[in-house]
C-alpha cells in the first residue's frame, strides 16, 4: 500500500504530542495530585496518632515505658516510620521519620494548700515529658518547638518527670511548686491552661494532657499536628 | 469533494484534550475538595472526643455541669483552631452550645438527680462548613461536616470502713486518733469532687465486729456541700473506738452493704468502691467452731445453743474469747461490742479468762476456714501456716499470737479477694494505713503488705491488672488521715475521667 506523502510529514506527531501534552501536563498534574493526595492521607494519620495517643496518655497510660513504646512505635503508628528511642528512654532517638512529644502541663493554683507561697504559683508549668521518635524532628521546618523545657538535672530520664534530690518529699510535688526552671510563658500558650483552675472549681490546679507529632513525608516537607487532653 | 482520511480527524485531539483535561480537573478537584473534607471532619472529630472527656474529667473533679461545658468547650476550641481550612462553625450549631450534660438512670433514660440518676454523660455535637474549592463550578460553595462525641461522668458507690478499734484512742497531739478518723472521714464526705446527683456512701466501722452503721445513702445536698442531717454524716460522727481488728467481718459488712444496694446478682449501675481505713494488723476472725469444741469445755452450754459462729478475738490484754459477729448469721452467740454493751460478756462460758492458750482448753482446732469460706491455713495463703492450733491439752503447742494474727491476715485478705474477684460487681478497694497508734503489741502495727493486697495496688507483690486496680496510702500519723483521705478522693477522681 502506498503512504502518500502527506501522511508521511504527520508520522510520529501524535508522539510529540502526547509527549509535550504529558511532559507539561498530565505528569505535573498527575505528580501534584498524587503529592497533595499522600500529604492529605498523612496529615490524616498524623491528626488520627496524635488523637489517640494524646487521650491514652490523658487515661494514665505511661508512654515512659518500653512496652507502652513499642505499642506506639509498633502499632498506632508503625505506618508513619517513627523509630523506637534505643537507650534514650525518654529523650528520643535519632532516626526515622516521625517524633512524637508528649508533655504534661500543670497550673499551680496560688490557692493549692501544698502550694502556699511557693516559686511556681500562679505559673504553668511542665512537670512530665516524652520524647518517642526522632528527636531531630523537634522544630524544624517550621514546626513550632514544645513549649517549655525540664533542665536535664531534673529530669527523670526514667520517667520523664521533672524531681529535685530531695528524697523525702514526693518528688515530682517539690519540683513541680518549687522548680522555676519548668515554668511555661502563659503567653505562648493557649488560654486554657489558665482557665481551666477557675472552671474546675477546685483549689487543685488542673492538668493538660499535650501531644506533638512532628513528621516529615516522601517530599521531605513536615507535617505537625498536636491534640489537647 | 472527499475530504482525506487524516483532513476529517484535524483538531480532534484538541477537543480529546480539552474534554479530558475538564473532566480530569474535576476529578482532582472533586478529590481535593473530599479530602479537605476529610481532613477537617479527623480534626473536628478529635476535638469533640477531647471536649467530652475534658468535660468528663471536670465534672469528676467538681460536679458542676456548667464549668465542664465551658471546659470541654475550651478543650473543643483548642483542639480545632479557628478557620481551620477555611472551616467556619455552622450558625445553627454554635460552639457555645456544642456540650450537653444529662443525668441518666441505669437504662440510659432520663434520671432524676439524688434519686433515680446513675451517671451523667457529656454529649458534644459541633458542626462546621468547609469551604469547597473546586466543586464550585457545579455551584457547591460549602460543605457542611459534623462531629459528635460522648463520654461518661459514672455515678460511685462508696462504702467507708473505718478501724474503730482500741489502739485507735491513742493521742496525738492530745487528740485521739479516733477523733482525727471522725472529722476526716466528715471533711471526705464534703470533697467537691463528689456528685450529689449519682453518687453514694454507706459507713462500716469495726473493731471486734463490723456494724454497717450508715447503708448506702445521699450524704451530700443539692449544692454539693456535706448534708449535716444524713445517716451518713450522722453515723460518722458517732463514730467511736474500742476493741479489736476484725477486718475480715467488716470487708463482708461492706460487701453486703454493696449486694444489698444493688440487689443480689443484679448488675451494678456505679463504681463499687471499699475505703478502708486501719491503724492495726487483723487480729479478729469469724468462723463455725461448733465442730471442734471439746466434750466437757466451757463451751459446752454454747455448743448445746448451736450458738457458735463468732469472731475469735483478744478484747483485753488479759482476756481472750469467742464472741458474737454482728456481720455473722442470725444465729449468733450474744453480741458483745457495741458502745451500749459492756465489751466483754461471757458468752455461754465460752470465755477464756487468762490468754490465747487457754483456747485449747475448749477446742480441738481453728477451722481451715473462716465464717466467710476464706481459707486461712495451708500453703496458699497470704502468711502460710499448716497449724490448726489447739494441737492437744499441751500448751506448747497451742497457737501463739503471731500465728493468730497470721490467720487473721490470711482471712482478711481472702476476703479482699472475694470482693475483687466478684465479676459482677467488680469492687476497687483503697486502704489507708494509719501509724503511729502503737502500744506496743505486735497487733498495733498494721501490715503494709497485706493492705496492698488487699487493694490489689500496683505495689502489691500478687498485683493483678485484670482485677480492679485500687491503691494503698500511708499517713505517718493520725494528723495525716485527711490528706490521705483526700488523695483517696483524687485517685477515684482520676480514674473516673478515664
Known amino acids: 500500500m502506498k503512504i502518500g506523502p502527506q501522511n508521511k510529514n504527520r508520522r510520529g506527531s501524535v508522539m510529540i504530542e502526547f509527549v509535550l501534552v504529558s511532559g507539561f501536563f498530565w505528569v505535573p498534574l498527575i505528580f501534584l495530585m498524587a503529592t497533595v493526595g499522600f500529604r492529605v492521607i498523612r496529615s490524616m494519620e498524623v491528626i488520627e496518632v496524635a488523637n489517640d495517643v494524646s487521650q491514652m496518655f490523658a487515661q494514665g497510660v505511661d508512654f515512659s515505658t518500653a512496652g507502652n513504646q513499642a505499642l506506639l512505635t509498633g502499632t498506632i503508628a508503625s505506618a508513619l516510620g517513627i523509630q523506637g528511642n534505643g537507650a534514650n528512654t525518654v529523650t528520643g532517638g535519632g532516626s526515622g521519620n516521625m517524633a512524637i512529644v508528649l508533655s504534661q502541663y500543670f497550673y499551680v493554683n496560688s490557692s493549692d494548700p501544698s502550694c502556699g507561697a511557693c516559686a511556681n504559683a500562679g505559673h504553668v508549668v511542665l512537670e512530665r515529658r516524652i520524647i518517642v521518635g526522632n528527636q531531630n524532628l523537634i522544630g524544624t521546618q517550621g514546626a513550632p518547638n514544645s513549649v517549655g523545657t525540664i533542665p536535664s538535672s531534673y529530669l527523670n530520664t526514667t520517667t520523664g518527670t521533672c524531681e529535685t534530690a530531695d528524697n523525702n518529699l514526693p518528688p515530682s510535688t517539690t519540683c513541680q511548686y518549687t522548680n522555676t526552671h519548668i515554668q511555661v510563658s502563659t503567653s505562648s500558650f493557649n488560654t486554657i491552661m489558665t482557665n481551666l483552675p477557675t472552671n474546675a472549681g477546685g483549689n487543685i490546679g488542673g492538668t493538660v494532657y499535650f501531644v506533638e507529632a512532628y513528621f516529615t513525608d516522601v517530599t521531605g516537607r513536615m507535617i505537625y499536628q498536636r491534640s489537647i487532653d | ?498
Open chain 2, 1 to 498: 469533494m472527499r475530504l482525506p482520511r487524516y483532513g476529517r480527524d484535524k483538531g480532534f485531539a484538541v477537543i480529546m484534550t480539552t474534554l479530558s483535561l475538564f473532566a480530569t480537573m474535576l476529578i482532582a478537584g472533586l478529590g481535593f475538595d473530599i479530602a479537605t473534607i476529610y481532613l477537617i471532619r479527623t480534626k473536628l472529630q478529635g476535638a469533640a472526643d477531647a471536649a467530652a472527656s475534658a468535660a468528663v474529667r471536670a465534672l469528676a473533679e467538681n460536679g458542676n455541669v456548667t464549668a465542664a461545658q465551658t471546659v470541654g468547650t475550651e478543650f473543643l476550641t483548642a483542639n480545632f483552631p479557628t478557620n481551620y481550612f477555611g472551616a467556619q462553625a455552622l450558625a445553627s450549631m454554635p460552639v457555645s452550645s456544642a456540650l450537653t450534660v444529662s443525668t441518666v438512670d441505669q437504662n440510659g433514660n432520663a434520671g432524676t438527680a439524688g434519686t433515680t440518676a446513675t451517671a451523667k454523660i457529656v454529649n458534644v455535637s459541633v458542626g462546621v462548613s468547609a469551604p469547597l474549592y473546586f466543586l464550585r463550578v457545579l455551584g457547591q460553595n460549602l460543605a457542611n461536616v459534623y462531629a459528635s462525641a460522648q463520654a461518661k461522668r459514672e455515678g460511685l458507690l462508696i462504702m467507708m470502713v473505718l478501724d474503730g478499734s482500741g489502739s485507735m484512742q491513742n493521742l496525738i497531739g492530745g487528740t485521739p486518733a479516733c477523733t482525727y478518723a471522725r472529722n476526716d472521714a466528715e471533711a471526705f464526705l464534703g470533697n467537691s469532687q463528689f456528685d450529689p446527683d449519682i453518687d453514694r456512701i454507706g459507713v462500716v466501722t469495726f473493731s471486734g465486729e463490723a456494724y454497717t452503721v450508715a447503708p448506702v445513702a445521699n450524704f451530700q445536698s443539692p449544692a454539693g456541700t456535706v448534708n449535716t442531717s444524713s445517716t451518713v454524716y450522722t453515723a460518722i460522727n458517732g463514730f467511736q473506738c474500742n476493741g479489736n481488728t476484725n477486718t475480715t467481718d467488716a470487708l463482708q459488712a461492706a460487701y453486703t452493704a454493696i449486694q444489698n444496694f444493688y440487689g443480689v446478682g443484679v448488675s451494678p449501675n456505679r463504681a463499687s468502691i471499699v475505703i478502708l481505713m486501719t491503724d492495726g494488723a487483723p487480729n479478729g476472725f469469724s468462723a463455725d467452731w461448733l465442730s471442734y469444741i471439746k466434750s466437757g469445755s466451757n463451751c459446752g452450754a454454747a455448743a448445746s445453743n448451736s450458738k457458735m459462729t463468732g469472731f475469735i478475738a483478744r478484747e483485753t490484754p488479759t482476756e481472750w474469747g469467742i464472741f458474737s459477729s454482728a456481720a455473722a448469721t442470725s444465729s449468733n452467740m450474744q453480741n458483745t461490742d457495741t458502745s451500749s454493751v459492756p465489751l466483754i460478756a461471757d458468752n455461754n462460758n465460752c470465755k477464756m479468762n487468762t490468754d490465747v492458750t487457754s483456747y485449747y482448753k475448749d477446742f480441738s482446732q481453728v477451722p481451715s476456714t473462716d465464717h466467710w469460706g476464706d481459707q486461712m491455713t495451708g500453703g496458699s495463703t497470704y502468711k502460710p501456716t499448716t497449724s490448726l492450733l489447739f494441737s492437744g491439752d499441751n500448751p506448747g503447742q497451742a497457737v501463739d499470737e503471731q500465728q493468730f494474727l497470721q490467720l487473721s491476715s490470711n482471712a482478711a485478705d481472702g476476703r479482699a479477694t472475694a470482693m475483687r474477684t466478684d465479676s459482677l460487681l467488680r469492687i476497687t478497694i483503697y486502704t489507708i494505713e494509719l501509724d503511729g497508734n502503737s502500744n506496743g503489741n505486735i497487733y498495733d502495727y498494721a501490715d503494709p503488705t497485706l493492705l496492698q493486697r488487699m487493694a490489689n495496688a500496683t505495689t502489691s507483690p500478687i498485683y493483678n491488672p485484670a482485677q480492679p486496680v485500687g491503691a494503698y496510702f500511708d499517713a505517718q500519723d493520725a494528723t495525716y488521715l485527711g490528706a490521705e483521705f483526700s488523695a483517696v478522693a483524687s485517685d477515684i477522681s482520676a480514674r473516673l475521667s478515664k
